[in-house]
């Protein structure tokens, strides 16, 4: 069973100037310049965000892995716009989602605004309060269908192939969960917990725990391959979700 941080008290929405003409109620995000108050105004992009209460860390890692590459960064920058009546729509490559004000206030992640809509669509896509794994949000958000790999070998070429991404500045849009634990980095085995991946080289991993996308986990690539029960990440050349099964 997968634990869970205290809930976090949620900021207000904001509310839309009546004073903003209806093309700007309309304009994808990326058109608006990052704000100081990530908590409570879209920016189209990420800052600091905590998973609330819900089965939801397979969702909330996924919406973190957007910060973690070039593509990533791209589709935030144009998947949610305002709508005239205050309502948001989820730009997602596989099928657009419309929520409301209200959805969006519900949504558990507490943080960073952008983060919490996006939630609120995905939950309204595919139910992922009530778990799910990051691969299938990776389809959701890309419209891309999953190729599946087992087995050692495919294993250490998933590896390469994102130490490769991470190496030429583009990054990866990627996520996992563990086998076995490290309660000394915060690691929970069992696939108990999802976790994005920040980075990946010859020697070391990095992977952000949806509790607080603000802190960092260090291990080895050894531990990591060692301990992993499942990764996904997303290869835009191939338009393909990868997906890893230990």
Not at 46 to 74: E, M, P, R, W
Not at 77 to 104: C, D, H, P, W
Not at 215 to 233: D, G
Request: with cysteine.
């Amino acid at each position: 069973m997968q634990k869970f941080k205290e809930l976090k008290s949620k900021f207000m929405l904001p509310i839309l100037s009546l004073g903003l003409s209806a093309s700007m109620l309309f304009t994808p995000m990326s058109a608006f310049a990052a704000t100081a108050y990530p908590a409570t105004e879209l920016d189209g992009e990420l800052s600091t965000f905590y998973q609330g209460n819900a089965d939801d860390c397979g969702a909330v890692s996924a919406i973190q892995a957007l910060d973690n590459s070039v593509y990533g960064k791209g589709l935030l920058k144009k998947m949610i716009t305002v709508n005239s009546n205050g309502s948001y729509t989820l730009n997602f490559g596989a099928g657009k989602q419309t929520i409301s004000k209200r959805e969006a206030a519900s949504a558990p992640i507490t943080g960073d605004l952008d983060a919490r809509i996006i939630e609120a669509g995905l939950q309204k896509a595919m139910n992922v309060y009530n778990g799910c794994f990051a691969s299938d949000v990776f389809t959701t958000m890309t419209g891309f269908k999953q190729n599946t790999y087992y087995g050692s070998t495919s294993k250490r070429n998933i590896m390469n192939a994102m130490a490769a991404k991470f190496a030429s500045g583009q990054g990866a849009m990627a996520a996992c969960d563990f086998e076995i634990a490290d309660d000394s980095k915060g690691i929970i085995g069992n696939g108990g917990h999802s976790y994005s991946i920040r980075w990946v080289d010859n020697d070391m991993v990095v992977v952000i725990n949806p509790w607080d996308t603000s802190k960092l986990i260090y291990m080895s690539r050894a531990q990591f391959e060692n301990s992993i029960r499942y990764m996904t990440y997303v290869d835009e050349s191939s338009k393909k979700v990868v997906v890893y099964w230990n």
